[in-house]
């Protein structure tokens, strides 16, 4: 059964950091790309970022581009988010993302993912 376990969101300032993690159990978690995606209020589920299982290499949506990173430590079974120079707008809740098929290697919509986890909350204050 695939688990993933979101930590780390909480209330901060603009301009402050926050680091997210996922704890994953359940699936080959090395072969299989993951992401995180946010959804505030009122909007539907966005994709944030993902790093492939194959190489490595990430992709991250244009508004957090050069703000946020993400990571992953196959050893843990975990995949992190490391926000920077947060932004009231960056407010929403965060889910983490397990690809659904290892063909999948940039899991960036809604329909790519398996399974997703409870979410944590990230409020950013202006």
């Known amino acids: 059964q695939v688990q993933l376990v979101e930590s780390g969101g909480g209330l901060v300032q603009a301009g402050d950091s926050l680091r997210l993690s996922c704890a994953a159990s359940g699936f080959t978690f090395s072969a299989f790309s993951m992401g995180w995606f946010r959804q505030a209020p009122g909007k539907e589920r966005e994709f944030v970022a993902v790093i492939s299982w194959r190489d490595v290499t990430t992709r991250y949506a244009d508004s957090v581009k050069d703000r946020f990173t993400i990571s992953r430590d196959n050893a843990k079974n975990a995949v992190y988010l490391q926000m920077d120079s947060l932004k009231p707008e960056d407010t929403a809740v965060y889910y983490c993302?397990?690809?659904?098929?290892?063909?999948?290697?940039?899991?960036?919509?809604?329909?790519?993912?398996?399974?997703w986890g409870q979410g944590t909350q990230v409020t950013v204050s202006s």
């Open positions: 993302a397990a690809a659904r098929d290892p063909f999948i290697l940039y899991p960036t919509r809604p329909s790519d993912v398996l399974s």
